[in-house]
C-alpha cells in the first residue's frame, strides 16, 4: 500500500511577512470594477454634508464601495454588511479592513447617501454612454408594483374618510342647531359643505360660553356640545389630516404616508388583495437601468410623461425613440410625443385585436365605417348617413381635456343588418375620438413596420427581462425603507447594483 502523504497543516503558523488581502483577489473579481467605478464617482455632494470638527468620520467614499457592494451581492441588511466586513475578504478589502457598525452604515445610507445617490446613478448612467454600452437614443419603458415597507392593514381610504367627515358633519350640526335654538341664539345660514375643525371649535365656544352666561340649557344638550367639543372636533381635525395626506390620491398607508394601496402581479390568493406599494417605471437599453421614477399612481399611462419629462431633466436631452406596452398607449401621451419629436413605437390597448382577421373584415366596427370628412358624417354599411349630434369631453388625471363626437344613424328600425350592427334600442349611436383615431393610425404603421417589429420583439427582453432579474434574482420585492424619498434612493442604489453587474458580464463576454 502506497504512504499516504497530507499537506502541512498549522493553524497558529505565524508569517514573517503578512500577505496582502488585494493578493486573495483575482483581478477580474467585481469587486475590482465596483472599487474602480466608484473611484471615478464625484462624491463631493456627500463630502459636503460632513460639519467637520469632533472625531474623525469613516471615509464616504469607503462607505459608498461598501454599500454599493452589498447591493452588488444582494444584500441589504445593515447588520449583515457588518458581519461581512469582519470576515469577507472582498468587504475587508473595500474598507481597508475598517469596520463601521451596521448603525454607521445605515445612518450613511439614510442622511448623506440618500440626497445624493440619485446624482450618483446620473454619474454611472453617463459612464456607460462614455464607454459605448449605451447610447440613451431608445428608452424601453415599463412599470411594476413593489411593495411599501408598510402593514397590509393599515389603509386609510379617501372614500371612507369622506363618507364618515360628512356623516360627523351632520350629527355636530343638528346638536349645535337645537343648542341655538334653545338659547335663542342668531342662527345664519347654514354653511354648505361640511365645517372645519377650527369653525366647529368656535362656534361650540360660543355656545358654551352663551350657556354659562344665561344658565340655561338642559343637562342633555349640555353633554351633548360638551361631547362636540371634547370628541368631535379633535375627529374633524383628524378627518382633515388624512384628507391634507392624500391629496388626490384614494389610500395611503397609516406606516408610510407616501405609499398607496394598490393590487401586486404577486397575488399569492388570487382574490385582488390590495397592499400598500409604489408603482416603479424604469427606461432600459440594452437591460442597462438608464432612468426611473416612481408614483403613487396604480395605473401606466398616468404617469409615462412625467418620466420623460424627469428623463430629460436628468441628461439635459431626450430619446429619439420610446418603446412600451398598451398600458401608456393613449391620446395624451401620443400627443406629448409628437410635439416633443419623440418616435413613439407605443401599442394602444385594441392593437393585436386589430390585427386579427376576423377584426379586419367586420365592416360594422367604427373604425372601418366610411368618413367624410368635408361634411363631418359617417355612412354605415346599408349607406345611411351617421349625422353629429354633439360632443363630449373628457379630463385625464393630468389635467388632458381628449374631445370625442358622437354619430347618429337615422333609421335602424327596419334595417336587414340590425343584428349585426348592434344589439341596442332606437337608432345606432358611435363615439369617435378623431385625433386619437390618427395616433392610433399613425401607431399601427410605426408598430407594424421593420423598425417597429424589431423594436416590438425586444421589448420583452428589455424593461420585462430587468424587472424578473431585480425581484427573483436579487430578491428584491420590498422596499427596506419607509417614504418615498428613501424609496427612491434604495431604488437609485438598486440600479446602480444592477448596471455595474451588467457591465461586468459585458465586459467579460466582450472583452473590453
Same mark, same amino acid.
Given at each position: =500500500?502506497a504512504?499516504? @502523504?497530507?499537506?502541512?497543516?498549522?493553524?497558529?503558523?505565524?508569517?514573517?511577512f503578512?500577505?496582502?488581502?488585494?493578493?486573495?483577489?483575482?483581478?477580474?473579481?467585481?469587486?475590482?470594477?465596483?472599487?474602480?467605478?466608484?473611484?471615478?464617482?464625484?462624491?463631493r455632494?456627500?463630502?459636503?454634508?460632513?460639519?467637520?470638527?469632533?472625531?474623525?468620520?469613516?471615509?464616504?467614499?469607503?462607505?459608498?464601495?461598501?454599500?454599493?457592494?452589498?447591493y452588488?451581492?444582494?444584500?441589504?441588511?445593515?447588520r449583515?454588511?457588518?458581519?461581512?466586513?469582519?470576515?469577507?475578504?472582498?468587504?475587508?478589502?473595500?474598507?481597508?479592513?475598517?469596520?463601521?457598525?451596521?448603525?454607521?452604515?445605515?445612518?450613511?445610507?439614510?442622511?448623506r447617501?440618500?440626497?445624493?445617490?440619485?446624482?450618483?446613478?446620473?454619474?454611472?448612467?453617463?459612464m456607460?454612454?462614455?464607454?459605448?454600452?449605451?447610447?440613451?437614443?431608445?428608452?424601453?419603458?415599463?412599470?411594476?408594483?413593489?411593495?411599501?415597507?408598510?402593514?397590509?392593514?393599515?389603509?386609510?381610504?379617501?372614500?371612507?374618510?369622506?363618507?364618515?367627515?360628512?356623516?360627523?358633519?351632520?350629527?355636530?350640526?343638528?346638536?349645535?342647531?337645537?343648542?341655538?335654538?334653545?338659547?335663542?341664539?342668531?342662527?345664519?345660514?347654514?354653511?354648505e359643505?361640511?365645517?372645519?375643525?377650527?369653525? =366647529?371649535?368656535e362656534?361650540?365656544?360660543?355656545?358654551?360660553?352663551?350657556?354659562?352666561?344665561?344658565?340655561?340649557?338642559?343637562k342633555?344638550?349640555?353633554?351633548?356640545?360638551?361631547?362636540?367639543?371634547?370628541?368631535?372636533?379633535?375627529?374633524?381635525?383628524?378627518?382633515?389630516?388624512?384628507?391634507?395626506?392624500?391629496?388626490?390620491?384614494?389610500?395611503?398607508?397609516k406606516?408610510?404616508?407616501?405609499?398607496?394601496?394598490?393590487?401586486?402581479k404577486?397575488?399569492?390568493?388570487?382574490?385582488?388583495?390590495?397592499?400598500?406599494?409604489?408603482?416603479?417605471?424604469?427606461?432600459?437599453?440594452?437591460?442597462?437601468?438608464?432612468?426611473?421614477?416612481?408614483s403613487?399612481?396604480?395605473?401606466?399611462?398616468?404617469?409615462?410623461?412625467?418620466?420623460?419629462?424627469?428623463?430629460?431633466?436628468?441628461?439635459?436631452?431626450?430619446?429619439?425613440?420610446?418603446?412600451?406596452?398598451a398600458?401608456?398607449?393613449?391620446?395624451?401621451?401620443?400627443?406629448?410625443?409628437?410635439?416633443?419629436?419623440?418616435?413613439?413605437? @407605443?401599442?394602444?390597448?385594441?392593437?393585436?385585436?386589430?390585427?386579427?382577421?376576423?377584426?379586419?373584415?367586420?365592416?360594422?366596427?367604427?373604425?372601418?365605417?366610411?368618413?367624410?370628412?368635408?361634411?363631418?358624417?359617417?355612412v354605415?354599411?346599408?349607406?345611411?348617413?351617421?349625422?353629429?349630434?354633439?360632443?363630449t369631453?373628457?379630463?385625464?388625471?393630468l389635467?388632458?381635456?381628449?374631445?370625442?363626437?358622437?354619430?347618429?344613424?337615422?333609421?335602424?328600425?327596419?334595417?336587414?343588418?340590425?343584428? =349585426?350592427?348592434?344589439?341596442?334600442?332606437?337608432?345606432? @349611436?358611435?363615439?369617435?375620438? @378623431?385625433?386619437?383615431?390618427?395616433?392610433?393610425?399613425?401607431?399601427?404603421?410605426?408598430?407594424?413596420?421593420?423598425?417597429?417589429?424589431?423594436?416590438?420583439?425586444?421589448?420583452?427582453?428589455?424593461p420585462?427581462?430587468?424587472?424578473?432579474?431585480?425581484?427573483?434574482?436579487?430578491?428584491?420585492?420590498?422596499?427596506?425603507?419607509?417614504?418615498?424619498r428613501?424609496?427612491?434612493?434604495?431604488?437609485?442604489?438598486?440600479?446602480?447594483?444592477?448596471?455595474?453587474?451588467?457591465?461586468?458580464?459585458?465586459?467579460?463576454?466582450?472583452?473590453?
Open positions: =500500500m504512504k499516504i @502523504v497530507f499537506k502541512s497543516y498549522n493553524q497558529n503558523d505565524n508569517l514573517l503578512p500577505p496582502c488581502l488585494g493578493d486573495f483577489i483575482a483581478a477580474n473579481d467585481p469587486v475590482r470594477v465596483l472599487n474602480a467605478v466608484v473611484d471615478q464617482l464625484d462624491i455632494g456627500i463630502e459636503d454634508s460632513y460639519a467637520g470638527g469632533g472625531a474623525s468620520s469613516y471615509h464616504p467614499r469607503m462607505l459608498v464601495k461598501v454599500v454599493f457592494y452589498a452588488l451581492q444582494n444584500i441589504y441588511s445593515g449583515k454588511m457588518e458581519e461581512l466586513l469582519r470576515r469577507d475578504v472582498n468587504f475587508m478589502w473595500l474598507s481597508g479592513m475598517q469596520r463601521p457598525d451596521f448603525n454607521t452604515i445605515n445612518l450613511f445610507r439614510k442622511n447617501l440618500a440626497p445624493v445617490v440619485d446624482n450618483l446613478f446620473t454619474q454611472v448612467v453617463e456607460l454612454v462614455e464607454n459605448r454600452f449605451i447610447s440613451l437614443e431608445v428608452q424601453y419603458i415599463d412599470g411594476t408594483k413593489i411593495e411599501a415597507n408598510a402593514n397590509k392593514y393599515t389603509f386609510v381610504w379617501k372614500k371612507a374618510t369622506k363618507t364618515h367627515q360628512e356623516k360627523l358633519d351632520k350629527k355636530v350640526k343638528s346638536v349645535l342647531s337645537e343648542a341655538e335654538r334653545q338659547l335663542n341664539m342668531e342662527m345664519g345660514e347654514e354653511k359643505g361640511v365645517m372645519t375643525s377650527e369653525e =366647529m371649535a362656534r361650540t365656544e360660543r355656545i358654551l360660553g352663551k350657556m354659562e352666561e344665561a344658565g340655561i340649557g338642559d342633555a344638550l349640555r353633554k351633548a356640545v360638551g361631547t362636540v367639543k371634547e370628541e368631535s372636533v379633535p375627529k374633524m381635525k383628524e378627518y382633515e389630516e388624512k384628507l391634507e395626506i392624500l391629496g388626490d390620491r384614494n389610500s395611503y398607508s406606516t408610510d404616508h407616501d405609499a398607496s394601496f394598490m393590487r401586486m404577486e397575488d399569492a390568493m388570487n382574490n385582488g388583495q390590495t397592499k400598500p406599494g409604489y408603482n416603479v417605471q424604469i427606461s432600459t437599453e440594452n437591460q442597462f437601468i438608464t432612468h426611473f421614477s416612481m403613487w399612481r396604480p395605473n401606466d399611462w398616468g404617469v409615462f410623461i412625467p418620466h420623460l419629462d424627469m428623463f430629460e431633466r436628468r441628461f439635459g436631452r431626450q430619446s429619439r425613440e420610446v418603446v412600451a406596452d398600458g401608456y398607449g393613449n391620446e395624451e401621451n401620443y400627443e406629448y410625443m409628437d410635439g416633443n419629436g419623440i418616435e413613439g413605437y @407605443v401599442k394602444y390597448p385594441m392593437f393585436h385585436t386589430e390585427l386579427k382577421r376576423g377584426y379586419a373584415r367586420d365592416p360594422f366596427i367604427p373604425e372601418h365605417l366610411y368618413y367624410n370628412e368635408e361634411d363631418d358624417y359617417f354605415c354599411p346599408m349607406g345611411q348617413h351617421m349625422e353629429c349630434i354633439g360632443e369631453h373628457r379630463t385625464s388625471e389635467g388632458y381635456i381628449s374631445t370625442a363626437k358622437k354619430y347618429k344613424a337615422q333609421n335602424c328600425e327596419q334595417c336587414p343588418l340590425r343584428g =349585426m350592427c348592434f344589439k341596442g334600442k332606437g337608432n345606432r @349611436v358611435i363615439e369617435v375620438n @378623431v385625433k386619437s383615431r390618427l395616433y392610433r393610425n399613425q401607431a399601427r404603421e410605426r408598430l407594424t413596420c421593420e423598425r417597429g417589429l424589431y423594436h416590438r420583439s425586444m421589448r420583452p427582453i428589455e420585462e427581462a430587468v424587472f424578473g432579474q431585480l425581484k427573483y434574482d436579487c430578491g428584491f420585492k420590498r422596499f427596506h425603507y419607509k417614504g418615498k428613501l424609496v427612491e434612493a434604495e431604488f437609485a442604489t438598486l440600479a446602480i447594483a444592477h448596471n455595474i453587474r451588467k457591465m461586468i458580464a459585458r465586459t467579460d463576454a466582450g472583452g473590453r
